[in-house]
């Protein structure tokens, strides 16, 4: 059972580009939930999708951010124009409609760098 | 509303002495916690987890945690460190909340060991 896949790993824009991550939960699993970590910080929570809805995006910023996780297909985060201070690791995580130990199950990240 | 605090931001011991890394949480349920470890430019690896089950939880590479309600600590500790336990270390507290787990992160511990 492959675990929870992002891609890509690593991706470079310049500011005003459009920057697209991609999450790929583990096999079964219908939540997913978007995390960020700014250099030098912990993760902060973003936003929490089910399968083709937002459940909490009580994280994410009012402007330039979306996501999505469609019925087919990985969930996207979307950010638009992007700035320097959105340099960041972007998280992922998954897990299962029932979840055990209330355990979310990590991907590798992606790693943006704004120039 | 639940939270994390890690007392340390920085961690430095020999290697071979005991590491000590300390986590209090405030959760309004019974909360599930967890330790995870980041090295650099990584993803996040679980260490361990308690939930509810046994107080003293053992983990991966010699890590333990012991979840203390009365003290409301999730102390992590390892009996002899290791060159390759120098990461930074995250505790993490889960609880259900409107129908969905809530995950707040601790800002983390960086852990410094010295030949």
């Known amino acids: 059972n492959a675990g929870v896949m992002q891609n890509p790993r690593h991706l470079v824009r310049r500011r005003g580009q459009e920057a697209r991550l991609r999450c790929s939960p583990m096999k079964g699993h219908s939540h997913v939930y978007w995390y960020r970590q700014l250099p030098e910080e912990g993760l902060k929570f973003m936003v929490y999708l089910q399968k083709e809805n937002i459940i909490d995006e009580s994280g994410m910023p009012k402007e330039r951010f979306s996501a999505e996780f469609p019925k087919e297909g990985p969930s996207i985060l979307r950010i638009q124009q992007v700035v320097r201070g959105d340099s960041a690791a972007y998280f992922c995580?998954?897990?299962?409609?029932?979840?055990?130990?209330?355990?979310?199950?990590f991907g590798p990240g992606t790693r943006l760098t704004v120039l | 509303a639940q939270s994390v605090t890690q007392l340390d931001s920085h961690v430095s011991v020999s290697e071979g002495t005991p590491v000590l890394l300390r986590c209090n949480y405030s959760s309004s349920y019974s909360p599930s916690l967890f330790w995870y470890v980041q090295h650099p430019n990584k993803g996040l690896q679980l260490l361990l987890k308690?939930?509810?089950?046994?107080?003293l939880v053992k983990g991966i590479n010699g890590f333990e945690a012991e979840f203390k309600k009365s003290e409301t600590s999730f102390h992590l500790t390892k009996p002899s460190a290791h060159m390759s336990d120098a990461a930074e270390y995250f505790c993490v507290v889960s609880e259900a909340s409107g129908g969905y787990q809530k995950v707040t992160f601790g800002i983390g511990t960086k852990l410094q060991v010295i030949p």
């Open positions: 995580a998954s897990s299962p409609p029932i979840a055990l130990d209330n355990e979310q199950f």
């Open positions: 308690y939930t509810s089950a046994a107080t």
